[in-house]
C-alpha cells in the first residue's frame, strides 16, 4: 500500500494548506520540461515519481477520500506484528553527520530500544538510580562517551599525519568521482549502506518538522540527504554496478537537501555554511543530469557562501566543485579555490584531505 503522506512528504496530520504546498513543490521538482536533457531512465523516474505525486494528492485533497485512506492505514497498521510498529522502541534522536562517509559496517542507523511494550507501559514511574543517587545508565553514557572521543581523536590525528601524502584519484572528471579513496577493507553491501543513512534521514526530518525554526535542525535534515545520496554516488564510482539504479532513484534528493539548506539560509541569511552546502548540492545535481542551470544556481550560492566568509572551507570547497562542473568547466577557478582551502588556517582536516585529492584529480 503507497504511503500518500510519504510521498507528498508530509504529516498524517497535516493541514489541507500544508499538503497543497507540498503537492506544488514536489510537482514543480518533477516537471518533466526541467529534465528534458537528462537521461531516459532519469525521465522515466520522474514519470513515475509524477504519477505517484498525483495518486496522493487526488485523495488527500478530498476530505472523504483522505478519511477513508486514513482507517485503512490504520487498519493496515494494527495488523502488524507486535513490536514492528512500536513507535515508543526507537530511538528517534538525530544521528551525528556522517560527514561525507560511510558509516562503519555494522552500524545500527535505527536502533530499537531496550523496553518491551510491557515495559513502555510504565512510564512515567520514577527513573532508577545507582548506588550514588545517579540514574543508572549514566555511568555506561560516560564510558562510551570517553570511548567515543578517543577513537575520534585517534581518527583526527592520522588524518593530520596523512594529509600530506598524494593519494590516486578514483575516476576522471568526466564521470562519476569519489572523493574517498578505496581500501583493502571490506566494503559493506549497498544495502547495508542504505539502511544505516535512511535511519538519520527518517530522524533528522521528524526533528525538523517539529522544530521548524530551527536552523541546525535544517542543517542536519541537509547533511543527512547530502550523506545518503552522496554515499552511493561514491559507490557508483567505484564501479559498483548495483549502485546506478538506486542513485538514479535518489537524484532528487540533491534538491531536498539544497531545500533543507535553503530553510536554514532563511533562518541565518549571513551563515555561509548554509549557502557553501547549497551550492554542492545544487552543482552535484545539475551535472548528473546535465542540466548547467543548476550548477549556475550552485555557483551563485557559493559565490555567496564567500562574500559572508572568505575562508568557509565548505565554500572554497563547492566552490571548486561547481567550477569545474560548469560549461565549459572552469579548472583554474577550480584549482584556485582548493588550494586556498588547502593553505586556510584552522580548516577541517576532511576538507583540506578532499582538497587534495581533487587538485590532484584536476591537474593532470
Known sequence: MQDYYETLQVHPKAEPEAIE????????RYDPAKLEAAAD?????????????????AVLRDPQRREAYDHERTQRQHELPEGDDDDDAIDYRPLPPAGRRERPEGFDA????RASRSAQSQKGRPTKRGAGGLPVWVVPALIVGLATFGIVMTTLVITLLNSNNA????????????LTTPTAEATPSLDTVIAQFEGQVVAARQVAERVPDNFNAWIELGNALYDSVVVVRERLARGDPTARQVYIERLPRWLEAADAYAKAAELDPQSALAYADMAASFCYYGQDISDMSYVEQGLAHAKKALE????????LLSAGICYAFNEPP??????????MLVVT???????????????????R
Open 21 to 28: 504546498a507540498a503537492y506544488l513543490r514536489l510537482r514543480e
Open 41 to 57: 531512465e532519469i525521465q522515466a523516474l520522474a514519470r513515475q515519481r509524477r504519477n505517484e505525486i498525483e495518486q496522493a494528492y
Open 110 to 113: 535505527q536502533p530499537k530500544g
Open 167 to 178: 593519494l590516486a584519484p578514483a575516476a576522471g572528471p568526466q564521470g562519476f568521482e569519489s
Open 308 to 315: 559572508l566568509d572568505a575562508s568557509e572551507g565548505r565554500a
Open 330 to 339: 572552469q579548472i583554474t577557478e577550480a584549482l584556485a579555490q582548493w588550494q
Open 345 to 363: 588556517p584552522d580548516a577541517e582536516p576532511n576538507l583540506v584531505f578532499q582538497a587534495r585529492q581533487l587538485i590532484q584529480e584536476y591537474s
